[in-house]
């Protein structure tokens, strides 16, 4: 999973500050590590991995004057389009470059389960776990002026995130977002099929249609959001129910009756008109990135016993991967294409979820990713399936698992 975002003013940010590379590991990680067949050497690499930063398309011409603000050199990824390594020490947050929506930060493994993916104009992406939402970027640079995006989360305050990002970056055109359990969701991409009702963009009186977006709430919803913030934070959770918080001008919604769009799929209608890419960069432990096992240092040890080495959560995370996993491929059309992805090392969370998976989806076809050949990468423990290891690649810890979906 994309690495959550790390809030503003936190320790790692704090003029410039730099995290030890050695870390005091605790008996009870090191014992997770033993467990699951890892070398806790890796976590003494994190002043030598580089940062990674993606350059916004049209943005090239200004590389030197970036060069300059940030005070180092943007070295090119030469196997990843428009990314660039910089030294991990060096803060992006405070910078120009970054508040004006020139760059954003994405590790180079992370974008490369983007690329994976193949996306092509035209058309409809998944995004099934979009926070923190620099992959949500990725994909809607990719796609560019045809086709939609649908990006889900089931924290709201995280999704609303990815929103500020989009608008920042100018890249939610086509975009709509849900607040929703992604093990649950099924709304389908809007089609030539639904059928859009007479008349001007806007609201009817009875509501039924939606308007062009705006940032501004209605009484109503503002006294809603009222109500729920005083029932206390299980507001920032999805309920059943899918709460759509934003849509773009030609995301395909304006003056669409609100029953089509929130309609659920039925039996097999995704295979025909489901989502052309979907990916699912599951929940996981994070333990494949190193600066994130770094901040626990500052955090305390003890989040990461709750986190990571609970065994009951993890547990529950693993079947947690399997179902947004299933759910993903259920939402794909035939011929479609999912990624499948975390930044965990662990084979539990990876080769077991993806075997677990085929033993019961005879439609699901393991995909070997061409583009790979010229990555920093190795193979998984499944022939097809890839692993990014830091030690190796310099890059966080991923693994990457692609499918298609053969007729039935």
Same mark, same amino acid.
């Given at each position: 999973?994309?690495?959550? !975002?790390?809030?503003?003013?936190?320790?790692?940010? %704090?003029?410039?500050?730099?995290?030890? =590379?050695?870390?005091?590991?605790?008996?009870?990680?090191?014992?997770?590590?033993?467990?699951?067949?890892?070398?806790?050497?890796?976590?003494?690499?994190?002043?030598?991995?580089?940062?990674?930063?993606?350059?916004?398309?049209?943005?090239?011409?200004?590389?030197?004057?970036?060069?300059?603000?940030?005070?180092?050199?943007?070295?090119?990824?030469?196997?990843? #389009?428009?990314?660039?390594?910089?030294?991990?020490?060096?803060?992006?947050?405070?910078?120009?470059?970054?508040?004006?929506?020139?760059?954003?930060?994405?590790? &180079?493994?992370?974008? &490369?389960?983007?690329?994976?993916? !193949?996306? %092509? #104009?035209?058309?409809?992406?998944?995004?099934?776990?979009?926070?923190? /939402?620099?992959?949500?970027?990725?994909?809607?640079?990719?796609? /560019?002026?045809?086709?939609?995006?649908?990006?889900? !989360?089931?924290?709201?305050?995280?999704? =609303?995130?990815?929103?500020?990002?989009?608008?920042?970056?100018?890249?939610? !055109?086509?975009?709509?977002?849900?607040?929703?359990?992604?093990?649950?969701?099924?709304?389908?991409?809007?089609?030539?099929?639904?059928?859009?009702?007479?008349?001007?963009? /806007?609201?009817?009186?009875?509501?039924?249609?939606? #308007?062009?977006?705006?940032?501004?709430?209605?009484?109503?919803? %503002?006294?809603?959001?009222?109500?729920?913030?005083?029932?206390?934070?299980?507001?920032?959770?999805?309920?059943?129910? #899918?709460?759509?918080?934003?849509?773009?001008?030609?995301?395909?919604?304006?003056?669409?009756?609100?029953?089509?769009?929130?309609?659920?799929?039925?039996?097999?209608?995704?295979?025909?008109? /489901?989502?052309?890419?979907?990916?699912?960069?599951?929940?996981?432990?994070?333990?494949?990135?190193?600066?994130?096992?770094?901040?626990?240092?500052?955090?305390?040890?003890?989040?990461?016993?709750?986190?990571?080495?609970?065994?009951?959560?993890?547990?529950?995370?693993?079947?947690?991967?399997?179902?947004?996993?299933?759910?993903?491929?259920?939402?794909?059309?035939?011929?479609?294409?999912?990624?499948?992805?975390?930044?965990?090392?662990?084979?539990?969370?990876?080769?077991?979820?993806?075997?677990?998976?085929?033993?019961?989806?005879?439609?699901?076809?393991?995909?070997?990713?061409?583009?790979?050949?010229?990555?920093?990468?190795?193979?998984?423990?499944?022939?097809?399936?890839? %692993?990014?290891?830091?030690?190796?690649?310099?890059?966080?810890?991923?693994?990457?698992?692609?499918?298609?979906?053969?007729?039935?």
């Amino acid at each position: 999973m994309e690495e959550p !975002d790390c809030p503003e003013g936190s320790v790692s940010d %704090r003029g410039g500050e730099r995290q030890t =590379a050695s870390l005091p590991l605790p008996d009870a990680f090191l014992e997770f590590l033993s467990e699951n067949g890892l070398d806790p050497a890796v976590y003494s690499m994190a002043a030598t991995i580089p940062r990674y930063i993606r350059l916004k398309p049209g943005m090239e011409s200004q590389i030197t004057e970036i060069e300059s603000e940030l005070k180092c050199v943007l070295e090119k990824v030469s196997w990843l #389009p428009g990314f660039y390594a910089i030294p991990p020490e060096i803060q992006i947050a405070g910078s120009k470059a970054y508040q004006q929506g020139k760059i954003y930060g994405i590790d &180079a493994a992370s974008g &490369a389960a983007i690329l994976a993916l !193949d996306v %092509r #104009p035209g058309d409809h992406v998944l995004d099934l776990c979009a926070a923190p /939402g620099a992959k949500l970027c990725m994909l809607a640079d990719t796609l /560019g002026t045809t086709g939609s995006l649908t990006g889900v !989360d089931v924290a709201k305050h995280r999704l =609303a995130a990815c929103r500020t990002m989009l608008q920042k970056y100018c890249l939610g !055109d086509r975009t709509r977002l849900f607040v929703a359990d992604g093990t649950l969701f099924s709304i389908l991409p809007v089609n030539s099929r639904m059928q859009r009702m007479e008349g001007s963009i /806007g609201v009817e009186e009875n509501g039924s249609t939606f #308007p062009e977006w705006t940032s501004r709430r209605s009484w109503k919803d %503002r006294q809603k959001t009222k109500k729920a913030n005083a029932n206390g934070p299980q507001h920032l959770l999805a309920t059943l129910e #899918p709460e759509l918080i934003y849509y773009g001008k030609h995301s395909g919604l304006v003056g669409l009756c609100k029953s089509d769009v929130f309609c659920p799929s039925v039996d097999n209608e995704a295979c025909t008109s /489901g989502y052309d890419k979907v990916l699912v960069d599951a929940e996981c432990t994070h333990d494949g990135s190193i600066k994130h096992i770094q901040k626990f240092e500052f955090w305390g040890w003890k989040t990461l016993d709750r986190r990571i080495l609970d065994a009951g959560r993890t547990e529950n995370l693993l079947q947690l991967q399997l179902h947004l996993l299933t759910n993903g491929f259920k939402l794909l059309k035939t011929g479609g294409s999912l990624v499948y992805s975390t930044c965990s090392l662990t084979v539990s969370q990876n080769e077991s979820v993806v075997q677990q998976f085929l033993s019961t989806h005879p439609s699901a076809d393991l995909q070997k990713i061409d583009l790979a050949d010229n990555w920093p990468c190795r193979s998984g423990g499944i022939p097809k399936t890839l %692993r990014f290891d830091p030690a190796v690649s310099q890059t966080s810890g991923l693994f990457v698992a692609k499918f298609s979906k053969l007729p039935t």
